[in-house]
């Protein structure tokens, strides 16, 4: 089962304004990690925070980290429309090796 | 680097046939694959973990002699979708960790669109 869950489902935006998407996880986390999947295709791996640490940068990407909410943001800054997208959060606890939970994700949609 | 060729990209077979599905590291080992199930415009749904040189480990609900997982060696793992059903068409997507790397991210595949007919 999935335990993160992720808001909005869906968002759409033109072409220079920044995304925000929102992810909430129920349990202890050893890391969290999101993904980008373009329609019919594999994840690809854009960034990964460790539960010590609060906020990472690459390139136009920032995620933060609150785990005593137990929630995560990635934003997306000056967003493109390539960006478009399925962008999904995924945890990996201390006890489950590599084996991540996945959020539903997010529908991203920039428009130009 | 770390990239993960998954085999074939999509294929269409007839009700009651068996469909096989690989993943393949191509630059890394990777003891340890996931396989995982994608409906339309839903998230991913763990299905097994493979592990090489053992059983894999199934999740809750997923029938474990209807998708037959072999991980014969640390680049390679199979997902053998028996006896096809049309409700079996779906999205599959495997992943892999680098053995040498703990905690490092997942390398995926670009999936398998199955389609039974």
């Known amino acids: ?37 373009n329609s019919g295709r594999g994840l690809v791996h854009l960034i990964l925070i460790r539960s010590n640490e609060r906020e990472k940068h690459s390139g136009r990407l920032r995620v933060t980290l609150d785990t005593s909410k137990k929630s995560s943001s990635l934003l997306i800054t000056a967003s493109r429309a390539a960006d478009t997208a399925s962008y999904f959060c995924a945890t990996n606890q201390w006890t489950s090796g590599s084996r991540l939970t996945f959020g539903e994700g997010t529908q991203l949609t920039v428009n130009p | 680097g770390a990239v993960v060729s998954q085999h074939p990209s999509w294929v269409i077979c007839k009700s009651g046939t068996s469909v096989k599905i690989e993943c393949r590291s191509l630059d890394f080992q990777a003891t340890t694959m996931f396989w995982y199930r994608q409906f339309p415009k839903q998230s991913l749904m763990l299905m097994a973990t493979s592990n ?38 779906s999205f599959y997507i495997c992943s892999a960790s680098i053995d040498s790397v703990p905690n490092s991210p997942l390398h995926f595949g670009n999936g398998t669109r199955l389609t039974v007919t």
Request: glycine share 6%; charged share 20%; net charge negative.
């Open chain 1, 1 to 37: 089962s999935q335990q993160g869950e992720e808001d909005p489902q869906a968002l759409s935006i033109q072409e220079g304004e920044n995304a925000t998407m929102n992810c909430s996880y129920k349990t202890s986390i050893n890391n969290l990690q999101w993904y980008r999947q």
């Open chain 2, 52 to 89: 090489e040189g053992s059983k894999a480990t199934y999740e809750q609900g997923v029938e474990k002699d209807k998708f037959l997982i072999n991980h014969a060696s640390l680049t390679l793992s199979t997902l053998t979708v028996t006896s096809a059903h049309p409700e079996d068409s």
